[in-house]
């Protein structure tokens, strides 16, 4: 089970949080003009890549808050969380 | 009442407390700390078992987790347990021992006759035989393979005892209390360190109970006992014992399983039987030690042959003697410590040494005490079918591949060491990749990938002054850095016998003209020449062998065969073994009880109840309950002998002609509040939400990025910036993340706040033609005219004094209101409401009756919006607006989402107007075609319709609407049931929505 550092609350255990998928995606603004191409990349189209990867988590049971996970696919391990609002590297 | 193999003193067991049990029905003694096989050793009794492919005899082999052979059928506090480890489980009044995998008993068993056909079950066997005709796998090939190759039965009985749970964090953690782990332990637990010790067997010490060693001038055992003594005293240690930490998960998660009270004559009912810790600890402390290997020969398997360390534990803790004419068959000197203590206890041991003829101090107290040792020897074959009688012994040749000076010599049992093998288990879970340490043969950690340190044999350290020296400071550096305080401890002095070199010798050559089968995995049966057929017929990778011999693959994960089944196939390979590899380990190390993962999380406790304000009222008056996620809700109220069926009808059609009320608690209610919440709104449903005043309410739709439904509700803006937004049951959770992160993620300009208020208001719906006469008596100051509250109007009003919300909205089809009120005063409002509804006929419906008025209206619901239809689909595009954007617009557009023939909401009638249509039917043009089928549809929910008093049902139909008209068959192969309908209209009963707005 992971132990994920909710940047509001500390150190919590992976059963508190929910996943999230990838957290590079950026939605297409709302209200503008989107080509078919870029809404489908954005609906469907991931990368699945081993090893580091940012990704949503949301801390359903804590503080509800939505937050950024660096993490190695393949080893399960953290190099940094972060809020949304906050760059990872 | 004698047990002929009991040492008069020795052991650690408490012979003032005598305990009686049985085995295959035979009524037994043995003290108390005995284990089941060290009671049964006692008594003379070796053949326990039947293996798993041949059915050959077996007996005890090793005297602890490494036990591949003794898996026994246990009875005790009233229910039976298999595959128990009789050399792990502790004897207690009463047991009931039984032998498993034979038949009719374990002294004649029918399947023994494998083995005389064992040339028809080589490797790969199952594989290879029973793979045609495919027809016959499931109805005579797995059966068969089933029942031969059965093990313990499971019981069908409710498991009554108690599991428990538990969370810790810790510092460290320190796996194993053998001298490495006791000084680790203790090291850290000075520092201040917060310490967990745990230790799998009963008593504390390992190695040091049975090794003739002294630390500073007290025995092991003395020793080990005042570490303990002190740890126990310490209040920042927790010292487990009956605790095997067996599994190492990511991010230094170590799940450890406590067997609490299987020991124990007597527990409280409230004593858990056994426990799951989940420890957090920062570092991890991996002192497992090391498990001795055997070295392969013919019919190894017999009852009588064990691990030579196995048997120095019978007779130095259990005060047993494995038989009273060893034989000793050894490649390194700790086999030697066992011969002394045989020799000790006047019994007299032959010593069979591969190695040529040398000193160490070992060999030359053994010497100096006459026990008799033949150098360069090894057994050939045992003899003797369900007991070792004799050996067939020789002398190796220099090249170790043959021998020569063959003589049969008489024993009982034979002691077998091949040396050592670091137990790795827990440090190759926490993704360690170890590596090949050439000197001992065997594999030990490599580079960390978590928080862990092996220490001690588990290391590779096989010396004892090595193993403390290594645990104190390991378990002080790593604690230091936690706690910042350190305490200097001076490494005791030691007393130990040096050993000498081992000899790197596997497997005894085959005699000539003889071929008895050496097995590599007693517990699966998987010997020397299965080895061989795998790699003739072209498996390398270890981890193919692995599978087509399932070597190493039993409950035992291997531990006495992997490292020899490994020099096996790097022999006949001609490969070093690190080119050959290891396997992986995988947790749990040892089995553990399906109770212990479930815990107390069974029945009532499986998850939270969640129950409404008004339950009790609910229950008092009959009603039966349907699960909708955790909350219970009543799905009809019944009155005398109604079926679900009738009390549904007639409860709907209460709704239908007069008045009913209906529990609505459960469905999901979020606060939304700030200046941009009708932006929001706006953004998040397909219809149009700027322009909804206040204390007006609005049907919504909600559609995730892809175009799919995901909710729909009603919302009402409470006042400028506050609306109260209602979801489904099912979706109340998603609907509040998924709104969450459009706002902490997507949109964090719009300032918005959303919380769930689900918990926090009791509501009712009030739904039939009486329902405003009946609300103008519950409001009696209030206009409730259809001008003053018209459909989708909001009014605030005290109900008799408390404070409440009046929504007119309609899920029902009817003229109908809810009304909230603060969750503790639901109870009050819902007792109010059946005293005031009298007058009009007012009843309680469930959520059948509720299904079925608003399928009968085609109101959709969950089975409509499934996951995989859009708002054209189920007769929403109305809500979908074209001026605006919103989430999931864009994907509307898509060429699938817009073809004609496209699956669309349609209703159903059976042509007789009397046969209930299963719902999940799939609708077909022909009953009789050939299959496949051609699938036209399916059928999403059904019911009685109370309007029209026949079978309604709605369903998802290729091409909609344009097959009204037309007849199908709704074919439900699970009911065995095919049906004749006609497509309709999904509006069944008043299509055009008079009755809400009247
Ligand atoms: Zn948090």
Redesign the pocket.
Known sequence: MLYIK????GL?AQKEFSYGGDATVKRPNINEEVSSEDWDNFVYMRKSPRGKHIELWQ?IA????W?KVQRDTATHEIFQTAKVTEEIR | MSQPFRLNKEGLINRNKKISFTFNGKKLFGYEGDTIASALIANGIHLVGRSFKYHRPRGFFGAGVEEPNAKLQVEFNGHSEPNVNATEMELVEGLSVTSQNCWPSVNFDVGAINNFLKMFFPAGFYYKTFMWPKSFWYKIYEPFIRKAAGLGVASIEKDKERYEHKFEYCDLLVTGSGPSGLASAYAAAKNGAKVILAEDKPRFGGTLLTDDVSIDNLSGKDWAEKIITELKSMPNVTVKNRSQVFGYYDHNMLVMFERVSDHLEKKSKFTPRQRLWYIRAKETILSTGSIERPIVFGNNDTPGIFLSAAAKEYMKVFGVLVGKKPLIFTNNDSAYETALEFKKNNVEPIILDTREEHSSELIDEAKSKGIDIRFSHGVIVANGYKKVKSAKIGKLNKDKNSFEKIETIECDCICVSGFWTPSVHLASQSGNKLKYEEKIDAFIPDKKKQHETSVGAANGSFTLEESLKNGFENGSNLSVKITETKTEITIPNVNEKKYGAHDKFWCMPLPKNENPKRFVDFQNDVSVSDIEIALREGYRSIEHVKRYTTLGMATDQGRTSNLNGLQLVSNIENKIVPEVGHTTFRPPFTPITIGTIVGREVGMEYMPTRKTPMHEWHEKNNAVFVDAGAWKRPRYYKQGNETLFEASKREAKNVRENVGICDVTTLGKIDIKGPDAAEFLNRVYTNAWMKLPVGKARYGLMLREDGIVMDDGTTTRISENHYHMTTTTAQAANVLSHLEYYLQIVWPELNVNVVSTTEQWAGAAIAGPKSRDMLSKLYTDLDVSNDALPFMGYKEAEFFGVPSRIFRISFSGELAYEINVKSDHGMFMWEKMMEVGKEFGNQPYGTEALSTLRIEMGHVAGPELDGRTIPSDVSLNGLVSKKKDFIGKNSLGREAFNVESRQKIVGLIPIDRKSSIPEGSHIVQDQNAKLPNPKLGHVSSSCWSVENNNPFSLAIMKDGKNMIGKKFFAVSPLKNKSIEVEVISSHYVDPEGKRVRS
């Open positions: 909710c940047p509001y609350c919590r801390h804590g503080c509800r808050q937050i």
